[in-house]
């Protein structure tokens, strides 16, 4: 979240927590944005500098947008076009509507004829399964499926191993086939969900609308994904204050950015039991939450990125996580594990970082 200032991301933790909880128990996932009414905030710092926000609700979580621009119309004009690619793709990446390329290929396994958008996040989720090994998967599908349908009963119980099994066997992104503009789904029953990434495809979108229209000092927060261009407020450069999982305002980092993402990923805000047990990231191995990490930040050149390998990094054991964001340039990690021990990439603390 970030810290401009760092008042913002506590004002807004409780309703977040509340709205995340709600959609993940009854899988709105992508598609609940304009519920509640936008915030929107315009200061004028002095004759030739206007700082202007909006902050609404969009893919799911509340998403915050600040402009540091000349002119109070100018910003309002484009984060209004940047809200608006938000939700063109949103409902493009939505399966929850069976109107949508998604909830098609989901259905039938099979895609032709590919919006370029869809394409792009889709061969990136399959770049970074390649790069994870594994830990990455828009293929849990129908693992998130019977852990929503499990627990929409009421009974708040995993499901049975013989199910789980079952959903576990039609996993793997190998078995998915994307070339000529075409998609298929290799084993009748799996499905995709593109919320490990989408989020942070999205954020680079707004966030390349808002230079299109001459914004070059901006920053896209949508709930930790974070992508940050130029600077802020007296030409110094964005702050951000990583989550404390324990949401005492133990911020374990506190980065300062003029270009580029950061994304965090945590066990703390959605899941589906009331005891907290079962979450939204899934082991694709184990089909189980996975349970080695509280929260993973990952610092990219773009949010895609920093979405796809801060859900990648939860996944797997820290000291593998480090290794991997090592051999990557440019990228820099902090993982919490569940006893609370930071692990941090190599260049973690030479990043700008508080």
């Known amino acids: 979240m970030f810290k401009n200032t760092i008042e913002n991301q506590e004002k807004w ?32 710092f002095n004759k030739e500098t206007y700082k202007v926000s909006k902050t609404r609700l969009a893919m799911g979580t509340f998403v915050n947008m600040t402009l540091i621009c000349s002119s109070r119309a100018k910003g309002e004009e484009a984060i209004g076009h940047a809200f608006e690619e ?97 998609i298929r789904l290799k084993k009748p029953g799996m499905g995709i969900t593109l919320d490990g990434i989408a989020k942070g495809y999205i954020v680079d979108r707004a966030s390349e609308v808002l230079s299109s229209h001459g914004i070059k000092n901006h920053l896209v927060n949508a709930g930790g994904d974070i992508r940050a261009m130029g600077s802020g407020k007296d030409r110094k450069p964005w702050t951000i204050a990583i989550q404390d999982p324990q949401k005492k305002a133990n911020y374990p980092g506190i980065i300062h950015l003029t270009d580029g993402a950061i994304a965090t990923s945590g066990n703390y805000e959605v899941y589906f039991d009331r005891e907290k047990m079962f979450h939204h990231i899934v082991n694709p191995e184990t089909g189980l939450s996975a349970n080695l990490n509280t929260s993973v ?14 859900t990648s990094l939860f996944v797997m054991d820290p000291p593998g996580s480090t290794r991997l964001i090592n051999s990557l340039p440019e990228t820099e ?15 973690w603390n030479k990043a700008g970082i508080e």
């Open 297 to 310: 930040s990952v610092l990219a050149k773009t949010t895609m990125a920093a979405d796809a390998l801060s």
């Open 13 to 44: 933790n409780i309703d977040r927590r509340s709205f995340l909880k709600i959609s993940g128990l009854l899988g709105l996932g992508l598609t609940s944005f304009g519920i509640l009414p936008p915030v929107a905030e315009a200061v004028k």
């Open 333 to 347: 990690c902090l993982v919490v594990s569940k006893e609370g021990k930071k692990f941090r990439s190599a260049g």
């Open 86 to 182: 938000i939700d063109r793709l949103t409902l493009l990446m939505n399966r929850f509507d069976s109107s949508t390329a998604i909830a098609q290929l989901n259905k039938e396994g099979f895609l032709a004829d590919l919006h370029p958008d869809i394409s792009n996040v889709v061969g990136g989720s399959l770049q970074f399964y390649r790069l994870s090994r594994g830990s990455f998967d828009i293929s849990v599908k129908p693992v998130v499926d019977l852990f929503r349908e499990n627990f929409h009963s009421g009974k708040f119980i995993p499901p049975a191993q013989r199910r789980l099994e079952e959903a576990i066997a039609l996993v793997g992104s190998d078995k998915i086939e994307l070339k000529n503009n075409m």
